[in-house]
């Protein structure tokens, strides 16, 4: 069963052509990495699917009732989340806080100044369960400001997986990372996402090929082969349009 399809999907920039007639499939329970040359369109699409953008042209079907152009915080309330490739923390809070921010959102309990949810005792005892199993326990009370580049991708991770979603999307995880965090995110990843649904973008083909279950390969915005990694590995096309820029 698909837990996400796109029909025909397009998405121009003022006229320049970023998607066109995308037509994926992801499969309830896989792994599915898409990769790509750069300017192929895999942060465009994420932006489509998540939210971000309205598309030209197409759906976008999640769990089976169309979706297309809702607000990310919609998308999050029916159970996608999703990870940036840029860090999008707070910074100014706390590992502890951040994480918390996750729960709450799950179960949609507003945060404001008159709540005193430093009291709520099953949401403290929840983020800190959340906090050892991402390995941050001793880091709980450093501004996310504070973190080194790997353990603050790994908040942004775990913070996309804190509001328990059916489907996360993780845009380029390892960007940045040296090869001891990549090896760290990649456990990380597999550890917490077991069960789930999970889109993932990266360059790292290392990562791509030890996480995947399926990978999908865009090129100048639209799919240019999708199968599972051996048949990928062989394909081709696929190394036509690496050639030069990376090994598949």
Request: no cysteine; net charge negative.
């Amino acid at each position: 069963m698909n837990i996400l399809e796109t029909e025909g999907l397009y998405h121009d920039f003022s006229g320049l052509l970023v998607l066109f007639d995308v037509n994926l499939e992801v499969k309830e329970g896989e792994r599915h990495a898409i990769i790509g040359p750069n300017g192929a369109g895999k942060t465009t699409l994420f932006n489509v699917i998540t939210g971000t953008y309205s598309p030209s042209r197409g759906r976008v079907t999640f769990k089976g009732k169309e979706v297309t152009g809702w607000k990310p915080h919609n998308l999050t309330r029916v159970g996608m989340g999703r990870s940036f490739q840029i860090t999008s923390t707070f910074s100014r809070l706390t590992t502890f806080q951040n994480i918390r921010m996750g729960i709450l959102s799950k179960r949609r309990i507003r945060f404001n100044l008159f709540r005193k949810v430093d009291k709520m005792q099953n949401i403290t005892e929840e983020t800190d369960d959340v906090l050892k199993r991402i390995n941050l326990d001793g880091e709980r009370d450093l501004p996310a400001s504070m973190l080194s580049y790997g353990k603050h991708r790994s908040l942004e991770i775990s913070m996309a997986l804190a509001t328990d979603p059916d489907l996360v999307m993780l845009d380029e995880p390892t960007a940045g990372m040296s090869r001891d965090e990549t090896h760290h995110a990649v456990e990380l990843i597999r550890r917490l996402t077991e069960g789930k649904t999970v889109v993932i973008i990266e360059h790292d083909m290392d990562v791509v090929f030890s996480l995947a279950d399926r990978i999908t390969v865009l090129h100048l915005g639209h799919i240019l082969a999708s199968g599972p990694p051996g048949e990928i590995r062989e394909s081709q096309a696929v190394k036509d349009a690496y050639l030069g820029e990376t090994e598949v």
